[in-house]
């Protein structure tokens, strides 16, 4: 009974200094970009000294803390304080491993979708536009408005942070009814996503046509693949990683470089 | 006019800045509007370096690195339109193209870095799995200073001394390389899903992952949204049916207690 229950005891608290620390250090959140897991090692740097402050002395708690942050995560930038926030107020009050990661993992897409239309694709065409007519005639006015309208937008990463940890506290209570339950449907979510992920993330296209006739090729790709199942080599790529992964203990790193040499080696082939 | 060794200096100074910047996307002076502007004013002539910030910026409006794709690199474009308008007096419009070359290049080093960084991770992994937060502070901030270097240096060969050698270096790249970093940089996340399904899937799960994936396929639409969506909808069905049958079972269990209280009082009939 007693694991099925939040633990709370022993956790430190977060003040409103510490949430605001951390929507400044949300900056780091590309600071070791990769595209193995994107931008998960800045994610953890940057919840570092919130996690440091939550679990004090409990140094298995801050590794196993560590350890589930560093998982692959690829966000809006102005989105990641939102989610740090979040994560922030569950670590805090405790909630189920299980809970935090999967609703981690099913927040950070669509937050990425929403952050980038309104960052990239609003934002910065209309201070863009605006700013370049002026600047077009010479006018410093241009490059000056365009540089603090980006630093105003820098420090909003503090307020977006403290939404993210007010929303994240209001839900626990929710959640604290129903721990269980609720990481079982967490999990869900985030497997849901997952599955959606690999489909839109990982990109092979095979290049290579057989000819069968004179004049006349197939496609290995339009003409197999895609009429099996679209993406389906993705999908049987990253199954056949997860398989070395978990089955055989093979190490990451060597699945890295293997990756990478058979993507040059391929494409110098000209099948990819 | 010629670039002189304090301005190249000073130039490469701003572009580790900005290349710091553009790498942890902080404050946008990464943009050709700013890169142009104070390159402008390092040659000392600000004027050609704001008109050079509007129209590069322009120019540069629909390439942004979203969802972890790199567009031709905004800060040698700025950098380089700026230094070849001065130093070749062509009008900062065609300069833009002919500064194009070094953009590349940049970004292929960018696309080169983030494939490499990948095999940081293992060494974090077992940080973290120590709690050693100092030590993984170092490591996670090393590829910064790894990218900052690397544009003080690639901005100073080209704005300083060696520009014809390394437009030609561009011209040169074979396309199965570039095409072959492009395809690693659009394989790799199997890597880091791979490892994720290493922690988180469980055999109950893999529906809900078959679900999502083809929901993904079939559904096109600029984000992930959709998914995410049906994913709460599977989410809340299960939640509503585990809390109706926990109810149940509570109230099952208390029936239960009270029958057996009255099995023992009856027990004496």
Known sequence: MASNAPENKGRGKLTKRDISRLGLRSIFNQSAMNYERMQ????????????????????????NAMGANLQFINTNNYAAPLLLGLEASLEEHGEKRSTIDGLRIALFGPLAGIGDAITWFTILPIVAGITASFAK?????????????????????????????????????????NSAIVSHAASILGCTVIGG?????????????????????????????????????????????????????VSPVVLILATFVLAIALSWLGVL | ????????????????????????????????????????????NLTLG?????????????????????????????????????????????????????????????LFYYSAFSVLTK?????????????????????????????????????????????????????????????????????????????????EYVPYLLLGFTAACFIKFGNLMPVAVIGVALAFIEYYHNKRSMDNEKKIKTMIDNAGGNGDDSDGI
């Open chain 1, 40 to 63: 998960a090692d800045g994610w953890t740097l940057a919840m570092i000294p919130a996690l440091k402050k939550i679990y004090k002395d409990d140094k298995e708690g801050l590794a």
């Open chain 1, 137 to 177: 005639q010479g006018s410093i006015l241009g490059p000056l408005v365009f540089f603090l309208v980006y630093v105003a937008l820098f420090f909003a990463r503090i307020p977006i942070a403290q939404l993210g940890y007010n929303a994240g506290t209001k839900a626990i209570s929710k959640i604290r009814e």
């Open chain 1, 197 to 249: 992920l690999i489909a839109t993330y990982v990109q092979i296209t095979v290049k290579t046509k057989i000819p069968v006739s004179a004049g006349h090729t197939i496609s290995i790709q339009t003409q197999f693949f895609d009429r099996i199942f679209p993406n389906i080599l993705p999908l049987g790529y990253t199954f056949l990683l997860y398989w070395l992964l978990k089955k055989k203990n």
């Open chain 2, 1 to 44: 006019m010629s670039v002189t060794l304090m301005q190249g200096l000073l130039i490469a100074l701003f572009a580790i800045i900005a290349g710091i910047d553009f790498w942890l996307e902080g404050f946008y002076i990464f943009r050709p509007m700013i890169v142009c502007t104070v390159t402008g004013a390092i040659l000392g």
């Open chain 2, 50 to 110: 704001i008109i050079a910030g509007g129209l590069t910026e322009l120019a540069f409006a629909g390439l942004t690195p979203v969802g972890g794709t790199q567009p031709p690199n905004p800060i040698m474009a700025g950098v380089m339109t700026v230094v070849l308008a001065y130093t070749t007096g062509k009008t900062p419009a065609t300069a833009i193209g002919l500064a194009l070359p070094f953009s590349v290049l940049m970004q292929y080093i960018i």
């Open chain 2, 123 to 203: 060494k974090l992994d077992t940080y973290a799995a120590n709690g050693e937060t100092k030590k993984f502070t170092r490591l996670a901030l090393l590829p910064t200073w790894i990218v900052a270097l690397s544009y003080g240096l690639i901005a100073f060969l080209c704005v300083y001394g060696a520009q014809e050698p390394m437009r030609a270096l561009v011209n040169s790249m074979p396309t199965w390389l570039s095409h072959g970093f492009e395809i690693a940089g659009s394989i790799l996340p199997a890597v880091g899903f791979g490892l994720l399904l290493k922690s988180m899937l469980k055999a």
